[in-house]
C-alpha cells in the first residue's frame, strides 16, 4: 500500500496518524533512520477576493531512504484538501480562501530518511540490458531537456572514446565531465530554471542544482541511459560540507538532485550539481583533494539531510490553477484572482518552512 493512503486531512489540534510496524519492517534498521518535521507557515496577503495555495509534500512512495509517515494542516482555509498532482502520483495540498479575513495555514509532515549507498563495485552490467516500459519515459525529451541539436552532439563527443562501456561507465564519464565544465552561479535566482538549452547557451554553463543536474541528465538520456531530476529540500546540516545543509529556517533550502537508472540494479543517485556547488563556494580547483572525495561520495549515493518531494517535469497543478504547466514543482505556489505571487520571495509570498528533528517524543529545533 502507497503510504499516500495515509496521509489525512485533518483540523486544527489533530496529532499525526502511527505508522503501521509491519509497513516499517519493510524498510531498513530503525536505529538507522532520522526523524523530522518539515512545517510551512503560509500567510497569503489579504487582496482580492480569491486566494489558492499549493504546496509540495513529502514523497509517500516509501523507500530504503525516505520513509513518509503522514500530514496534517491548520487554519483559516475555506477548503483544503491533500491530492496528487494530475495524472501522477506526487503529493501535494490546496487550500482556497474567498472574501475577505486572515488568510492562513500550518502544513507539518513527519518524514524519516536514511543515508542512500549503492554498491557500484559489484554491479555487473547483464548480457542483455532491459529497460522497463515504465522507465523509457526517461529516455525521451522533454520541454525543458530536448535531446536534440547541441546537446546530443555533445554527449557523443563526451562518450566518443567509450562505446564499448556499458551504462555505469558512461553515466561516470558523464558525471565528471559535468563537474569538470559546469559553474555554480551562486547570483541564480531560486535553484536555476533547469532549462538546458539555456545552459548550454552559456559558454560557462552555469547555474545552480535545477541547471547543473539537468545537464547530467540530459546528457544521460543523449547518450540513452534513462535519467531524472528529483526535487525536494535540505532538512539537516550536512555532515559531507557546510555548504550542503540547513537547519531551522529552510525557507530557501530546496534542492534537486540527479538519478540514472541501470538494468538489473534500477536508480542509481547522483549530484554534480553538489560538487560544484563545493567548489564555487570554497573556492577550491577541481582537482582539490577535498572535491575529488565529495565527488566519489556523490556517485552512488545521497546524503539525506534532505527529503524528496517528486521527480515531475512539466507539472500541472489541477485545483483551478491558471499557472498552466511549471517547469517543476519545487516552491509553494499560490494565485491571488488568478496572478501568481514570486515563489522565490518567500517574505513577499510570505511563507516560511521549518525543520525540526524528532528525537524520543520530543522535537529539536
Known sequence: MKRRDFIKLIGAGATLLPTAPSIFAQTTSPTKWRSYRLSYQVTLPATGKNARLWLPLPDTNDTLYQFT???VWSGSAKSAKFYTLPQTDFPAFHAEW?????????????????????????????????????????????????????????????????????????ARIIYDWVIDNANYDKSVRGRGKGDVKLVMANESLSGKCADINALFVGLARASGIPARHQYGIRINESALNKNLGKFGDISTAQHCRAEFYLAGLGWVPADPADVCEVIALEGLPRNHDQVNALREKLFGAWEMNWVAFNHGENITLGQNSHAGKVPFFLYPHAEIDGQQLDSLDPQAFSYKIISAALVGTGAKL
Open 69 to 71: 509517515q503522514g500530514s
Open 98 to 170: 474567498n472574501g475577505n479575513g486572515e488568510r492562513q495555514v500550518t502544513v507539518s509532515s513527519i518524514v524519516k530518511t536514511a543515508d542512500r549507498q549503492v554498491d557500484l563495485h559489484s554491479y555487473h552490467a547483464p548480457a542483455k540490458a532491459v529497460i522497463p516500459d515504465n522507465i523509457k519515459r526517461f529516455l525521451q525529451s522533454t520541454q525543458q531537456i530536448p535531446l536534440d541539436g547541441i546537446l546530443r552532439q555533445t554527449a557523443s563527443s563526451i562518450i566518443k572514446d567509450s562505446n564499448k562501456s556499458h551504462p555505469l561507465q558512461k
